[in-house]
């Protein structure tokens, strides 16, 4: 993609590559759903507000669990440590989910993995159309963090920061 030139309904995937140019964590938001514990992997997460504290995640609307994450009153966004690669898999369209997984409610009744390297746990507070994506607020009502190597995500592969 050439400097300077304007995007055309052809260049999703240029766009796609280029948005894959900046470094993210990688964090797993949970909830509970109408039929249990859900969890969602997310890349599209940053700290918004000190005062109040808010932050942002942003869901795929194509995802089949939008829905239940765009109603959710409660939600924890857990930042994913480097030894919690193996959490993607589990979590994605065909994974188990939180078969086998210690996962103890929260005071709001939302599953929370104690082991990642940070933990919010958020009350909802602003949904905003983000195209196809939804931009989610959330008022962290806790916060927890632990030492450890973030989990990173860049270029369509999963890594460490080499610093």
Do not use: K
């Not at 993607?88 to 086998?100: D, Q, S």
């Not at 939302?110 to 390297?117: C, E, G, N």
Request: charge should be negative; glycine fraction near 12%; charged fraction near 20%.
């Amino acid at each position: 993609m050439p400097d300077g030139t304007p995007l055309t309904d052809d260049d999703t995937r240029n766009l796609r590559d280029a948005f894959g140019r900046f470094a993210t964590g990688v964090c797993l938001v949970t909830t509970m759903g109408p039929e249990g514990p859900v969890g969602f992997t997310a890349n599209s997460f940053s700290s918004v507000s000190l005062d109040p504290p808010l932050v942002l995640w942003s869901p795929a609307r194509a995802s089949r669990r939008f829905g239940v994450f765009v109603a959710a009153p409660h939600y924890a966004i857990h930042v994913l440590g480097l030894d919690q690669a193996d959490w993607i898999p589990r979590f994605a369209r065909t994974g188990e989910g939180f078969a086998g997984l210690d996962a103890p409610l929260n005071a709001e009744g939302v599953p929370t993995l104690r082991t990642a390297l940070a933990r919010f746990d958020c009350a909802a507070h602003a949904t905003h159309d983000g195209g196809d994506h939804a931009i989610l607020v959330g008022r962290v009502l806790r916060a927890s963090f632990r030492d450890g190597e973030p989990l990173v995500f860049s270029q369509g592969r999963y890594g460490r920061f080499e610093g």
